[in-house]
């Protein structure tokens, strides 16, 4: 039961072979069991999940149900849930319940699904381990030593563990797919503009966007067709037509053409991963796709753009919690300027401050040209190196990030070392363009623990369909993304 997908329980719940209390009570106990040691969730609300699942029940009897009306989804602890404690992983938010739904939430809320509690993750979503998270880091499934990825971290594990059948993520320079790939799940980032950010605490708002965590691209097409759609609450919602993510699912994928660029094979990727995105890209041969060579030459400059964005627009996002508008308040204080000092002192904890001091620096008047101006400059010519490449090719592989997952407290000291894990994510970000991951193998870790590995496909803009219909085809082919990590039984 526990490894089944959204697409079968769903069934289930429609042939009344189960109810969607009891699937939902079933992964309660599995959460209860072994939520203390992962850690993924961080709040839970028995009563209102079971009350949603009540509900959902009598949406199947009335023959109201949808393809998700029953199933158990965590959800991002970024997003606003109405009556939920919503902490974005900080002490700053840690008893702020939230007065409405973000409209991600209010999706799931009309399809019938139910909201099975609120996943951990870095504070803020700054982060690639969850680690800077206020509530205690994540353990990997897979390797309890080892991190989950980041900042989608918990709802990573939370899938990986089996505690629920699928959960929400965010992505702002990663977070949905390097996290998805340490913990050997398929997970999407959308086009900017096609989920609304309405209800998601901002962290950078320009390259922020809500996402599927699945166990399959089948799940993950179900979900899009839930999570996607104009808001007019959010001014960067597309308004387009509602497409349908499952139509393509079993297109053949003879002719496809997949561009190969050079930079994500270069020094910095580990070789055992490598080895893992080539059998990926082996058997894409033989279904069919051809593969193309391409440069993306901006490469290398994504991690520095993106450290001067993504803390420009936080440092500008975070100034609202101060302790009078929102968030934690000191108890003892002088004067007002004292008051938010000390509040934002104690309520943020290392790495979000540091992302703050960079990001006012860069804005500051004597430095606004030299760096937040040239940053704007050089994404306009990473996006230009994927419009170019578009022309060669339908899709893009490559790794998703350049390691397996890492020990706990590895990079403690290192930022730097951490940034890089996003080396082949953030520029997809930079771009607005979609990106996925989805597990493709797995590496050794020197003491024999099976670590697995994420093969990433970008595509052109709202191109999901197209990603999600490669991303089937290989998951009918292999069986790398029904494998699950011992010791969870
Ligand atoms: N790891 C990146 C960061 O720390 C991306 C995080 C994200 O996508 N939210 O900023």
């Known amino acids: 039961m526990i490894n089944k997908s959204l697409k079968q329980l769903g069934a289930m719940l429609q042939g009344k072979?189960?109810?969607s209390v009891e699937l939902t009570q079933e992964f309660l106990n599995r959460i209860d069991r072994l939520n203390p040691a992962i850690n993924a969730f961080i709040t839970l609300d028995k009563d209102r999940t079971l009350a949603q699942a009540k509900r959902a029940d009598e949406m199947l009897s009335a023959g109201k149900g949808t393809a998700l009306t029953g199933l158990p989804i965590g959800q991002k602890d970024i997003f606003v849930a109405k009556g939920w404690r919503t902490t974005c992983g900080s002490k700053m938010l840690e008893t702020f319940i939230g007065p409405y739904d973000?409209?991600?939430?209010?999706?799931?809320?009309?399809?019938?699904?139910?909201?099975?509690?609120?996943?951990n993750m870095d504070e803020f979503a700054m982060g690639s381990s969850n680690e800077t998270s206020y509530f205690g880091k994540v353990q990997n499934p897979w390797d309890r030593s080892r991190v989950p990825g980041g900042s989608s971290g918990g709802s990573a594990a939370a899938v990986a563990a089996r505690l629920c059948a699928a959960a929400t993520g965010t992505d702002t320079g990663g977070s949905i797919r390097q996290p998805a790939s340490l913990c050997g799940l398929s997970g999407l980032k959308p086009t900017y503009g096609l989920a609304s950010r309405f209800g998601m605490i901002a962290f950078a708002s320009s390259l922020d966007q809500s996402g599927p965590m699945a166990k399959s691209c089948e799940d993950m097409a179900l979900m899009m067709n839930v999570i996607t759609g104009f808001d007019k609450r959010d001014s960067t919602s597309l308004n387009?037509?509602?497409?349908?993510?499952?139509?393509?699912?079993n297109k053949p994928l003879a002719g496809l053409k997949v561009g190969l660029p050079k930079e994500y094979f270069a020094e910095g990727l580990g070789a055992d991963v490598a080895k893992v995105v080539q059998e990926a890209i082996a058997e894409?041969?033989?279904?069919?796709?051809?593969?193309?060579?391409?440069?993306?030459?901006?490469?290398?400059?994504?991690?520095?753009?993106?450290?001067?964005?993504?803390?420009?627009?936080?440092?500008s996002n975070?100034?609202?919690?101060?302790?009078?508008?929102?968030?934690?308040?000191?108890?003892?204080?002088?004067?007002?300027?004292?008051?938010?000092?000390?509040?934002?002192?104690?309520?943020?904890?290392?790495?979000?401050?540091?992302r703050i001091l960079i990001g006012t620096y860069v804005l500051s008047a004597g430095y606004y040209d030299a760096y937040?101006?040239?940053?704007?400059?050089?994404?306009?010519?990473?996006?230009?190196?994927?419009?170019?490449?578009?022309?060669?090719?339908?899709?893009?592989?490559?790794?998703?990030?350049?390691?397996?997952?890492?020990?706990?407290?590895?990079?403690?000291?290192?930022?730097?070392?951490?940034?890089?894990?996003?080396?082949?994510?953030?520029?997809?970000?930079?771009?607005?363009?979609?990106?996925?991951?989805?597990?493709?193998?797995?590496?050794?870790?020197?003491?024999?623990?099976?670590?697995?590995?994420?093969?990433?496909?970008?595509?052109?803009?709202?191109?999901e369909a197209r990603m999600l219909n490669a991303g089937h085809a290989y998951q009918q082919a292999t069986d790398w993304h029904t494998q699950m990590p011992e010791g969870i039984e």
């Open 17 to 19: 072979e189960i109810s």
């Open 102 to 119: 973000a409209d991600i939430i209010e999706r799931f809320d009309a399809s019938g699904a139910v909201n099975l509690g609120k996943t």
């Open 240 to 249: 387009r037509e509602k497409e349908d993510y499952t139509r393509d699912l």
């Open 284 to 315: 894409y041969k033989k279904l069919g796709a051809e593969m193309v060579d391409i440069s993306l030459p901006n490469t290398q400059l994504s991690i520095p753009v993106y450290y001067v964005l993504a803390p420009a627009e936080a440092s």
């Open 318 to 354: 975070l100034s609202r919690f101060d302790g009078v508008r929102y968030g934690h308040r000191a108890k003892e204080y002088g004067d007002l300027m004292d008051m938010y000092c000390k509040s934002r002192a104690e309520g943020f904890g290392a790495e979000v401050k540091r």
């Open 372 to 463: 937040y101006l040239k940053a704007q400059q050089i994404r306009r010519l990473i996006a230009q190196d994927f419009e170019n490449a578009f022309k060669q090719c339908d899709i893009i592989m490559g790794p998703t990030a350049p390691s397996t997952a890492f020990k706990t407290g590895e990079t403690a000291d290192d930022p730097v070392a951490m940034y890089l894990q996003d080396i082949y994510t953030i520029a997809v970000n930079l771009a607005g363009l979609p990106g996925m991951s989805i597990p493709a193998g797995f590496a050794p870790s020197e003491d024999g623990k099976r670590l697995p590995v994420g093969l990433q496909i970008i595509g052109n803009y709202f191109d």
